[in-house]
Structure formats: structure tokens, C-alpha cells
């Protein structure tokens, strides 16, 4: 048996003086320090926070097809870095897209000796796979993710409303989520662009409304059949109304959103900078004030990186052009630490900070009788870390396989000590090595 303590453990809601106990990887007790069991291994964490491990349920790792973009060591060892203990790959971006059971395999088999954190997966819906999902679904794959517009790869095309109306049946009967990337253009013509390195041309090219009526559209399929649906991403705030109704109506629906939604805004954006460009795009301060309401109201269950790198290449920084450039934002590493930050300033609270990044990502994916909280039963993992220390994100220090990220130079506050996966430690930072001697994670199908 194992104990860990510190004078700022998360329990039952707040921060207290604990000790916790864990064996085989799983929480056994929590106690104090005069009820610890001879015999047993103690760690002393004295005032560092004792959290539960992060759970990320929205990554690109990219691999295999596209490993040069990212792969499963680099992403699961930064994701270590940031105190995650669990991430959920996206379907895209890797080749073959996980739309099938034998692209589900062929990720499986990339696997071996590169899982730092323990790994679930999102499946695919595309045109014409609604004939996989079972398939999928036997395989223990429960999360499905769709776009609603050109995902920017042509091996993950579009659903539009007839592979909608296929699939969510499917996914309706076997009790599993919808995940949606919800940007709908339903215009009839493009406006020519004037200066393809200006930021607020580009905000304005994939406007509000564009996630409205795509948000608006899945809650009209989510009722027709009965299907759980999750907005990834969600951008605009404008949204927020129509979350709203759809749960008073008994839709199924939850959202989610990202540290660069709340953390960088298109009023301080420079132009030319394809480190800032995603999809949907960054908006303005007081959408982002807003981003925030929802999330303090539950109107927003929580918050993930959607860390989506690719090459420096394809970035096409020297161009200055918004259009041409890869869109995505790599942020995996450093999360939490952006997140402490902006919930300081804005004075929300701690039991605020892990409800949004451990216990309500948990509940996606049905993790969340056994990760996503410290408490008996539960697995050991744990992030350690230290929320009044501060860090500068900079290149020396991303272990994402590129170091480009829109936030270059940020100072922010919160330094993870130790992350602890089902009671190893897999990442220190006091030892020269790092991490553990080999990786530990587990597939969680
Ligand atoms: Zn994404």
C-alpha cells in the first residue's frame, strides 16, 4: 500500500488536509496522517495540490498517417508534462481516418510502448460508414464525432442531414454520443477576400451564425432521434440560448470548449499569425466573457485543448496568410496552467476548475465512476502541482513534437510537480529523466 498527502488535497469538493491511500492502482482510503498504516510507502507532497488526474477528451494525436504532425509518444509524454492522466483521440487527422474497425486496429497497433497516459477513442461518421458504426460500437468505441462543414481533410468529408439521420439511430440505440463539430454555412456566396493576412477578415469569414444554425440543426435531429449530442469546440457564445432550450425540451446535449476560446481574444489577435488560426475562430472579449457565463452556468460542461498541431511546414508562417495556412492550436501541455490563470483573474473556484477538466470530461466518456475525482474506489491518478508558481511557455520547454503554439512567450501560473497514473508516477519533474522508466497507459475501449 501507497499513501500520498499534502495540506491541499481536492476532496468532497474543496481542498483539505489528507492523506490518500491507493494499492494496485486503486484508492483505498483517505485519511489522516496519524491513521496511516505502518508499513506503508508515504509521500509527502507538504503544500502542493493534490488534484485528480486531467482528463483531455478531445486530442489529435494524428497517428498513423500523419505521425509527422504528432504521434502517440510526444502527445501522451506532454500530456504527462500537464498533469493529464487520460486522453481521448479524435478520429481525424490520422490515416486511415478511424471510421472503420480495421482503421481502429490499425491505430490499436501503433500503440505499444507509447502510451504515457492512458488512451480512449472518438469513432467517425462519415458519409457512407453508418454500416461500421455497430461494428464499432462492439469494439468499445462509444463517442462519435461528425463535422458539419469541410473538416480540411479529405479523408473525414462532411455529414450532411442524410448521414445524420443514419447514423444517429444507430448510435441512439446503443446509448453512445454525437459528438459535433458545428459550423454550418448556409450561404449561397462567398465574399472575395480583400487581405488574406487580416485576422478580422477571417473571423468574420466563419461567423456566429454559422454556429448557431449548425447547433440549431443538431438539436432538430437530437429530438427526431432521441440521440446525445456533444458540441465540441464551441466558439460563439451566440449559441448559448439555444443549449439552453434544448435542455428545457429534455435534448440530450452538452458542450464543451477550449483554453483558446478563453484565453485569447480577436481584439489583442495580430494579423498575419497562423499560430491564432482555428476553426471555429477565436472571437472578441465579450464572447469570451460570455464562453465564461456558460460555463459557470452549466450551460458549457467543460473544457479541452482540441490540441491540433501539424508540421511548421504547413503552418505557413513566413506567408502571413490566414487562408492557406493549417488551422488548429496546440495547447496539450499547458492547459491546466492556462486555466488556473485566466480562473484566477476572473475569481472562480477550485471546485470549479476540476469540475471543468476532470469530473465532467469523465461523464463523455463514461469514465466517471472511476476517474475524475479522488475518492475510494476510484483509480490513483493525480496531478500534483503547484498553483502559485509560474512558468513561460516557451520552445525549450513544449514536448509537443512541433513547438509552435499561439502561446509562445505567455507566462502563466500553476507548475506540475508529479502527475501519479493508477498509483505510478509518470511524469517528475524533479528527476532528470522525467518520466517513467517505460509507459504505463492503457487503452480504454
Ligand atoms: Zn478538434
Known amino acids: 500500500m501507497k499513501a500520498i498527502s499534502s495540506s491541499r488535497v481536492f476532496i468532497e469538493g474543496m481542498l483539505k488536509d489528507a492523506v490518500v491511500l491507493y494499492e494496485n492502482g486503486i484508492i483505498t482510503d483517505i485519511v489522516t496522517k496519524t491513521q496511516i498504516p505502518p508499513n506503508c510507502e508515504h509521500q509527502d507532497m507538504d503544500e502542493l495540490v493534490i488534484m485528480p488526474g486531467i482528463i483531455d477528451t478531445h486530442v489529435h494525436i494524428n497517428e498513423p498517417g500523419r505521425t509527422d504532425w504528432e504521434g502517440f509518444n510526444s502527445a501522451t509524454q506532454a500530456a504527462a508534462a500537464g498533469g493529464i492522466t487520460t486522453v481521448i483521440d479524435m478520429p481525424l487527422n490520422c490515416i486511415p481516418a478511424t471510421t472503420t474497425v480495421a482503421a481502429l486496429n490499425a491505430k490499436l497497433n501503433c500503440l505499444k510502448d507509447q502510451m504515457w497516459v492512458d488512451i480512449g477513442f472518438h469513432g467517425g461518421v462519415i458519409p457512407g460508414n453508418a454500416g461500421d458504426l455497430e461494428a464499432m460500437l462492439d469494439q468499445g468505441v462509444r463517442t462519435f464525432k461528425a463535422f458539419m462543414i469541410d473538416s480540411g481533410v479529405a479523408e473525414?468529408?462532411?455529414?450532411?442531414?442524410?448521414?445524420?439521420?443514419?447514423?444517429?439511430?444507430?448510435?441512439?440505440?446503443?446509448?453512445?454520443?454525437?459528438?459535433?463539430?458545428?459550423?454550418?454555412?448556409?450561404?449561397?456566396?462567398?465574399?472575395?477576400?480583400?487581405?488574406?493576412?487580416?485576422?478580422?477578415?477571417?473571423?468574420?469569414?466563419?461567423?456566429?451564425?454559422?454556429?448557431?444554425?449548425?447547433?440549431?440543426?443538431?438539436?432538430?435531429?437530437?429530438?427526431?432521434?432521441?440521440?446525445?449530442?456533444?458540441?465540441?469546440?464551441?466558439?460563439?457564445?451566440?449559441?448559448?440560448?439555444?443549449?439552453?432550450?434544448?435542455?428545457?425540451?429534455?435534448?440530450?446535449?452538452?458542450?464543451?470548449?477550449?483554453?483558446?476560446?478563453?484565453?485569447?481574444?480577436?481584439?489583442?489577435?495580430?494579423?498575419?499569425?497562423?499560430?491564432?488560426?482555428?476553426?471555429?475562430?477565436?472571437?472578441?472579449?465579450?464572447?469570451?466573457?460570455?464562453?465564461?457565463?456558460?460555463?459557470?452556468?452549466?450551460?458549457?460542461?467543460?473544457?479541452?485543448?482540441?490540441?491540433?498541431?501539424?508540421?511548421?511546414?504547413?503552418?505557413?508562417?513566413?506567408?502571413?496568410?490566414?487562408?492557406?495556412?493549417?488551422?488548429?492550436?496546440?495547447?496539450?501541455?499547458?492547459?491546466l496552467s492556462l486555466i488556473w490563470t485566466a480562473i484566477q483573474k476572473r475569481g472562480y473556484s477550485f471546485s470549479q476548475l476540476v469540475s471543468w477538466m476532470c469530473e465532467k470530461p469523465a461523464k463523455l466518456v463514461n469514465l466517471q465512476s472511476v476517474k475524475g475525482k479522488i475518492q475510494i474506489g476510484y483509480q490513483a491518478d493525480f496531478v500534483i502541482w503547484n498553483p502559485e508558481q509560474s512558468q513561460l511557455i516557451e520552445a525549450k520547454n513544449i514536448l509537443h513534437k512541433h513547438k509552435l503554439t499561439a502561446y509562445e512567450n505567455h507566462r502563466v501560473y500553476g507548475v506540475v510537480d508529479k502527475t501519479i497514473l493508477r498509483g505510478e508516477v509518470i511524469f517528475n519533474r524533479n528527476n532528470n529523466t522525467n518520466f517513467h522508466h517505460a509507459p504505463t497507459g492503457k487503452s480504454l475501449l
Not at 504547413?314 to 492547459?335: D, M, Y
Open 156 to 335: 473525414f468529408p462532411a455529414s450532411d442531414t442524410k448521414t445524420l439521420d443514419q447514423a444517429m439511430p444507430i448510435l441512439a440505440k446503443h446509448n453512445a454520443t454525437l459528438l459535433v463539430h458545428a459550423e454550418l454555412d448556409l450561404s449561397t456566396h462567398t465574399a472575395a477576400v480583400k487581405d488574406n493576412s487580416s485576422y478580422q477578415e477571417f473571423l468574420l469569414s466563419r461567423p456566429d451564425n454559422w454556429e448557431v444554425d449548425a447547433i440549431s440543426e443538431i438539436i432538430r435531429l437530437a429530438k427526431k432521434h432521441d440521440c446525445a449530442v456533444h458540441i465540441v469546440h464551441l466558439s460563439s457564445s451566440q449559441a448559448l440560448d439555444l443549449i439552453q432550450q434544448a435542455r428545457q425540451q429534455q435534448v440530450k446535449i452538452t458542450a464543451e470548449t477550449c483554453p483558446h476560446y478563453l484565453t485569447l481574444n480577436s481584439n489583442t489577435i495580430p494579423d498575419g499569425d497562423s499560430r491564432f488560426k482555428c476553426c471555429p475562430p477565436i472571437r472578441d472579449s465579450r464572447n469570451q466573457d460570455a464562453l465564461w457565463q456558460g460555463l459557470e452556468n452549466g450551460l458549457i460542461d467543460f473544457i479541452v485543448s482540441d490540441h491540433s498541431p501539424c508540421t511548421p511546414a504547413l503552418k505557413r508562417l513566413e506567408e502571413h496568410n490566414l487562408w492557406t495556412a493549417w488551422g488548429g492550436i496546440s495547447s496539450l501541455q499547458f492547459g
